[in-house]
Each structure stands twice: as C-alpha cells, then as structure tokens.
C-alpha cells in the first residue's frame, strides 16, 4: 500500500473482536492509522473532537467509521444516526460490522443510510478474507468524497 | 136503526147481551149497566127502560173512554156506572122520543114535550165524547157537534156544505165512498173505520157509524152519523204490528241462539233436584229455536230442531258438566247469566257456548226456558292460546337465568323474575317493585342512562352497562331497555334484561394485563432472542478468529501470540459459560417458584456479604434494623447478591469504596423500601433505565454479562415490588432501591 495513511476509527465493545480486527489489517498489511473506541459515545466524542479528543491533530477525521450496533452508552444505530445527519460528517462512510444478522437492524441501518452492512464471520478464515475485502474495496477501490480525499498521486488502479 | 131489533144491533158472540136484556125486563129493573161487545169493540152500555113511553134506551160508550176517564180521576168503577147512569135518562128521552112518536101517535103534550127534548138532545150531543154529524137528504151538512169539529179540525161555519168525502185520506178515498154508498142503498147502517185528513195535514182514524132518517112519509130526509177517535188505538196497532216485526227481525237476524223450551207437563218447582234435572233434560221440547241457534248444532234450520228435547243434544255431553250446569240453573232461580258451556255438536265437533237463560214460573210451576246462546269456540280458543302463550312467556322470565325486568314510565320498577331478585339479594318481588331505577346507577353513569332511558320512552331500545351506586354494591351490570308498546301505539312501560358483569369485568381487565404483560414478555423475548443471538455469537466469533489466529501462530512459532490466542479463546468460553448460567436463572424466575418465607433480610445480608467478599479495605454498612419480610429466600438472595457485587465491581477504582445497606422508614402502609447504596463511578441518570435491559453494560471494560439487573427486576417485579436507581451522575455513586410487595 502506497500512499499517505486512511484514518480508520473501529468502534467495538468486545476487546477480543477488536483485536481481532487489528490483527487482519495488520496480516493484509493494510498500513493505517486505526483508532478504537469501545463505546457510542467515545466514538462521537472522536468524531466531534469532543471530550477526550479535542486534539484534532492527535485525534484526525477519519476515512472510514467501522461500527459495531450493540455499543454501551449509545448504541451504534444512534451513532449512525448522528453522523447521517451532521452536515459534517454525513459524507463519512459508514460501515457497520456486527455480530448481528437481525433483519430489523439490517434494514434500520440502511434506513440510516449506513454505506455498507457486514457481518461477522465465526470461521476465522472468512472473518480473515472480510477483513482483507474490507480493507480492498474501501481503502483502495473505494474513491472517498473529494473533501476527505487523501492526497494520492494515483488511484489504486492505475498501479498496475 | 131504528124499528130494529135490538138482537141485531147488539152482536154478542156470547148472545149474552138480548138475555141479559130479557132478563132486565122480566125482573122490572129500570136501569142497568151492562159490558157488551158491540162489532169487536169493547163497549159498556147503559139500559134504561122506560116504561112510561114504553121504549129502553140504550148507550154505547167504548169501554176505553170510559176506563181511561175512571183512572184518570180515580173515581171508583161504581161511580162511573152512576154517571153513565144519569147520562141516559135525559138522553132516552131525546133518543127515542122520535120513535115513541112514530110508533104511538103521540099528542099535543108530545109535541111540547118534542120541543123541550130536542133542546136537551143538542145539549147532550154536544157534550157527548162523540163525534155526531148530520146531513139533509142531499149529503148536506145540517149538524155538528163539538167533538166533531175538534177531530176534523174545522169551524162551525165551514160544516155547513162540507163534504167529509173530499176529507177522506187518500188511501181511504176508494174504498170508503163505495160503503157509503151501498149502505144508503139498502137503507143500511153504514159502519166503517177510515182516516179523515185534518187541514193541518194531521190523520184521525175514526170509527164511524151512520144511519138514515126518515121524513113522516117513510122518505129519507138525511143521514145522521156517530164516529170516535181510534187513533191512539189504530197507533197502538200499528206500534205492536212493527214491534212484532221488530222482534222476528231480532230474532231471526241475532248472532246469538235464541230458543224456547216448553215442558210437556209443567213441573212444579218444589220437585226435588234430581228429579228436576231430569224433568229439565227430558220433560220439555223444543218450542221455537232461531236458524242461528240449530246451526250451533249443526242443523240447518230452527224447524229441524222443534220438538227436540236438552238430552238429546247432551248425548255426546260429559254428563257431568250437564248435571252442574242444570243444577245452577236450578239453584239461581231458574236463571242462567253468562255461563260457558263445552259441549259437542251433532257432528262432534267441540264447541263453546255463552248461555244466558230465564225460566218462567207460573203460580208454582216452570212452564218455560227462553234463552240466548253465543258461539264463543273461537273466542275461547283464542284465550286459551293467549294463556298457554302467556304460561309460556312466564315460565320462561321466571326460570330464566337472567335478570328479567319491567320498569313503568316514571322509572320505577314494576316486575323482577327469581333470577333477577337472587340478583339483588332480594327474597320478595315487592322488595324492589317501585325501587327507582336510575337511582342504583352510579352518579358518573346516571346521566347518560337517563339520556337512554328517555330515548327508550319515545321508543328506542338501547343496550348498555353501567356501575351500580355505592349503595347499591357498586358492581358492574349490562343492561336493556326494550320499550313494550300498547295497541295503541304508546310506550307503555319499559322491559329490561340486566346481568351482573362484575366478574366478566374483572376478568376482562385481569386479561387485558394480561395481555399487556404478555407483550411485555413478548417484547421481552424478542429483544432477548435478538441479543442472545447476537451476544453468545459474540464469544463464538472471539473463539473463532483465536483459534485460526492459534493456527497461524503455532506454525510461525510464535510463542508469545499463542499464549495470548489461548487467554482470549478461554475468556470466550468464560463469558460464554457465564451467558448460559445466567440465561438459565432468568428462565426459572417465574418458572420455578419457591415457598414464600419470613426472611430477616439482615441474616440474608450477612450471608451474601461472606460470598460477594469485598476487600478488607471497602467499609460495608449494614443497618442493624433491617426488616424481616415474606418472600422467596433463595430468589432474594440472588438479588442482593447482584446488587452487591456491582457495588463492590463499580467502586474499585475508589480510593475509600464505602459500601451500606439500609431501609428507609415505610410510610403508612406502604412496603419498607430497602436500599443497596455505593459511592462508586455513578451512572448518568439518562441510563437509570436502561441498565435494568438485558444485556446492557454501560462499561464494555466492567466484567459481566448485562443480565444481572434484568434478573433483579424480574424477581423484584415477581414478589410485586420495584426497583430502581437513583444517581447523581457519573463519579457521585449510586443507590439500589426496592421494595417486596405480597409474594
């Protein structure tokens, strides 16, 4: 991967899941800034620079929000809401990544205008290739809204 | 007249008269009364015989006048005999003189005499309550007297040249002339009954006779007539003629029965009862019986019943029913009013009568039965329907397991049936009859009722329910107003149905919270299938991606990530192990109940505190007056263990952890509020109630599954209590409240 870093911002309660994550973006050797939080409203708080992270130079915008839906405090519905309807960060891409294949919070996270819906696989193997998929399509094939757009002498594409 | 006989002039079917007469001359009496019937006419008349001119003097007065006069003054009969008595001496005298003179030659002191009578006979004639005319040989009128000129209604001067003939009615005028005429022809006595036409219109029938005179050569020179007033009679006549008409009409035309028994033999009423009964059955026939009542029989006409006797229509009878029916009669005189009668007619076929009958006794004797007798088969019929219908309808409201009711106009309540009473708690119908109805109906409910009650008046039916005043029992009852309207058309009272619903209301609400805390549990279950799905999936994914983590690991050798694989794949099957535990607690509360208990809740502190074990440096309160309460011991246990473990979890970072369980005072009545207090990390208050939700966990870095609260609610909740929480906010601790209601 070439390039000036993605900002990643992982919002998961489960320390295991979280690690996990990390893990398969390191094994695909997706060299980004990821940053966690375990609950809604440290996730909101980053986002807004707000409470622990005023520091907008430590604490960047992110790229993309990768949200788990069962969150303490505020859960990741209501986070998808806040974000959809910040003129702010409405253009961030929201992907929700959950243990959940309920058909109401499927279709509730769609109604919130989530980017993309993924569930968590239990085979490692799977929940490795999602990881590495993940990984491909947003922070390479993926073209982010020109404001958020990292400075990048090319598209991924044209490498070849 | 005269020269005549006077066998000839009195006609006496008896002939009693010219003997009596005989008998008057041989035994020398002078004058006498005698009745006599002179042309069908009742009459009285006077005898004189007057020897001195050897002739008898006769008047004819009609009997009527003379009767009517004697009544009407009360004058005794033998009084009335002298005043005929002294009416015939002078008027012998002027009568028959004529006649005395034509028979004897008579002298010059006769013709004074002549003179003198004739002077006495227009007196006479005047006052004589006859009408008497005379007329010259050429019908003209020469003479009349008073009393004619009041019946034909005309003035002395206009007699004279009057010709009755023209007065005759015209119905008359044919017939009348022609009788004059042939008398006068045979020297006849004319003697006639016609009407004479006043000139007011007014019609006299009169009875007239009249006679010619002849002049001394043997010529006749005129006509004298006599004639009395036999209107009232001939009206009478006519009255009984249409009377009679009148009552064959009634008779022939009534819808009732009409006969008449008449005994064979009269029967002597002193008979005894039996054998009346039997003379009543057998010993009278039938003597006249109207169509209307033979076909009562089934005949076609009254003649085919003549001569019938009682017993032969009771042939087909319950003898008995004849027996009493004969002996009422008997007993009441011979008189029947209004009695039913079942019997059969002649072809069998039951019929129903109403008999009205009079026996007519006669010096001791029943000689006769007239009766009348209506056809009420229907009508009978018809009634008995009408009852079997009503039995029906009343055995019906009175067995009927509901509360049947009538309430009148004004509201008051007229009618209950048992069901209705045992309702009520009442033993007696008139307990309640006339007990206002709206005012057992609640005040909250009284108006709309009456709103109702007044629809139903003008006609309406309604349905409703109402809660029944305090006074009353306050239960809830459903019931009608169903308007009965008369044949007029009018409401006349109102009928209701009325049911206690009380428990039907009561189980409606119990169900409806049933209802309600079945969805509750409903939407309990979803949001635990849903997080149960999605929390035990969470270890599982853990487990998973360690274990091929471990795999990679294991064959790089990288000793250091698979001791860490293996920490994080154990700590799945910990927390996943913890889940199931838990799950299964909450699934038994409500499933598994233990026996309620005393529970002195300081004992069950003390116990819960030796498990939870806080460090030694966490200063534990326990107020020594904790109340002892009836619950489930071991459940209870469960909640206090919860409690204090999350206070003894949330108060770990503290620097001086202070952990105290107390009560508060219980206000009147009210269940103790005991209360598990630390002054820990606090929560915000906008979570106070979601942390009681399963699997909520407001710090995912606390250990725990997120379903210790949700237990607690729910065994709090399955003693009838509550809990909640109250905080200040992160950082100020928190308190634990709940109360155990009645388990």
Request: aromatic letters at 8%.
């Amino acid at each position: 991967m070439e390039g000036k870093p993605l900002v990643i911002l992982l919002a998961e309660d489960n320390p295991s899941h979280t690690r996990l994550v990390m893990r398969g973006l390191e094994q695909n050797h997706f060299s980004n800034q990821v940053f966690c939080v375990s609950d809604g409203e440290q996730a909101l708080d980053f986002l807004h620079h707000r409470g622990d992270y005023t520091d907008a130079a430590r604490y960047p915008r992110p790229d993309l929000l990768l949200l788990d839906l069962r969150l303490p405090r505020v859960d990741g519905l209501e986070v998808l809401k806040q974000v959809k309807s910040s003129s702010e960060l409405q253009t961030l891409p929201v992907v929700i990544l959950t243990t959940s294949e309920a058909e109401s919070d499927i279709s509730r996270a769609y109604e919130l205008k989530a980017n993309s819906y993924l569930v968590k696989p239990i085979d490692f193997d799977r929940f490795s290739d999602l990881i590495r998929d993940l990984g491909f399509y947003w922070l390479a094939w993926n073209q982010p809204p020109f404001r958020n757009r990292p400075l990048r002498s090319e598209p991924l594409c044209d490498e070849t | 007249m005269v020269g005549t006989d006077v066998s000839q002039v009195v006609v006496d079917p008896a002939a009693k008269t010219p003997r009596r007469v005989e008998q008057l001359l041989a035994s020398g009496q002078d004058l006498a009364t005698l009745n006599t019937n002179f042309r069908g006419l009742q009459q009285l008349a006077g005898y004189a015989h007057m020897p001195s001119i050897e002739s008898l003097v006769v008047v004819h007065v009609p009997a009527k006048l003379v009767e009517a006069n004697i009544r009407n003054t009360a004058i005794p009969w033998a009084i009335g005999l002298a005043l005929i008595a002294g009416l015939l001496i002078p008027l012998s005298v002027g009568l028959l003189h004529h006649s005395y003179v034509q028979a004897h030659q008579s002298s010059t002191i006769a013709t004074a005499k002549l003179s003198d009578s004739e002077e006495r006979f227009r007196g006479l004639c005047t006052h004589v309550p006859a009408g008497i005319v005379m007329c010259d040989a050429d019908g003209g009128c020469t003479y009349a007297n008073d009393y004619c000129l009041d019946l034909m209604g005309i003035a002395i001067d206009d007699v004279f040249g009057w010709s009755w003939v023209e007065r005759l009615h015209p119905e008359d005028r044919d017939r009348v002339p022609g009788e004059w005429r042939a008398a006068v022809k045979d020297c006849d006595v004319f003697i006639s009954e016609f009407r004479f036409v006043r000139p007011n219109g007014d019609v006299k029938w009169v009875f007239a006779r009249a006679t010619a005179l002849f002049d001394s050569d043997g010529n006749v020179s005129g006509h004298v007539g006599s004639f009395i007033d036999v209107t009232l009679q001939k009206q009478a006549e006519i009255t009984l003629r249409q009377n009679e008409e009148r009552n064959r009409g009634f008779i022939e035309n009534s819808s009732q029965g009409i006969y008449l028994c008449e005994f064979d033999e009269p029967m002597p009423i002193d008979l005894p009862e039996d054998e009346q009964i039997v003379a009543l059955s057998t010993g009278c026939h039938f003597a006249f019986c109207n169509d209307v009542f033979a076909r009562m029989y089934g005949f076609e006409s009254g003649e085919e019943m003549l001569g019938m006797r009682a017993i032969e229509l009771y042939q087909t009878h319950d003898n008995e029913a004849n027996v009493e029916f004969l002996q009422s009669m008997i007993r009441n005189g011979y008189q029947v009013i209004d009695e039913i009668s079942e019997e059969f007619d002649r072809h069998g076929q039951r019929v129903v009568f109403a008999n009205n009958c009079l026996g007519i006794v006669e010096d001791g004797y029943l000689t006769r039965v007239w009766g009348t007798q209506l056809d009420v088969t229907d009508r009978v019929q018809a009634e008995r329907a009408v009852q079997a219908s009503e039995e029906r309808f009343r055995t019906l409201v009175s067995s009927a397991p509901l509360c049947i009711h009538e309430i009148d106009l004004e509201g008051r309540l007229q009618s209950m049936n048992i069901a209705g009473l045992k309702m009520m708690g009442m033993d007696q119908e008139n307990d309640v009859v006339g007990a206002d109805y709206l005012g057992a109906v609640c005040e909250a409910d009284r108006d709309r009722i009456a709103a109702l009650f007044d629809e139903a008046r003008e006609g309406t039916a309604s349905e409703f329910e109402f809660t029944a005043s305090q006074d009353a029992g306050a239960r809830s009852f459903s019931s009608s107003f169903i308007p009965i309207v008369a044949p007029d058309g009018q409401v006349e009272r109102l009928m209701g149905i009325t049911e206690d619903i009380t428990d039907r209301k009561l189980a409606e609400t119990e169900r409806e919270n049933l209802i309600t805390e079945l969805g509750q549990k409903n939407a309990e279950l979803e949001r635990f299938t849903y997080t149960v799905s999605h929390d035990l999936k969470s270890p599982l994914v853990t487990i998973g991606g360690f274990l091929g983590m471990l795999e990679r690991d294991l064959a790089e050798q990288n000793l250091d990530t698979v001791h860490e694989d293996i920490r994080e794949i154990a700590g799945a099957a910990d927390v996943m192990k913890q889940l199931l535990d838990q799950l299964l607690d909450l699934s038994r509360i409500g499933r598994v109940v233990n026996p309620a208990e005393d529970v002195p809740f300081g004992e069950l502190v003390s116990s819960v505190l030796q498990i939870v074990s806080p460090a030694s440096h966490v200063r534990v309160v326990v107020n020594p007056d904790l109340p002892t309460l009836r619950c489930d011991r071991i459940r209870m246990r469960e909640v206090l263990q919860n409690l204090l473990s999350n206070a003894v979890k949330f108060t770990q970072s503290h620097s001086d952890p202070c952990i105290e369980v107390g009560v508060q005072k219980p206000q009147d009545g009210e269940a103790p509020v005991l209360f598990v207090r630390d002054n820990g990390i606090g929560i915000d208050p906008q979570y106070s109630e979601r942390i009681f939700d399963l699997f909520e966990q407001l710090d995912s870095s606390m250990e725990g599954t997120g379903i210790g609260l949700t237990l607690c609610r729910r065994i709090v909740e399955n003693h009838g209590g509550r809990i909640w929480v109250q905080s200040a906010g992160p950082g100020t601790g928190c308190t634990f409240f709940f109360t155990v209601g009645a388990c």
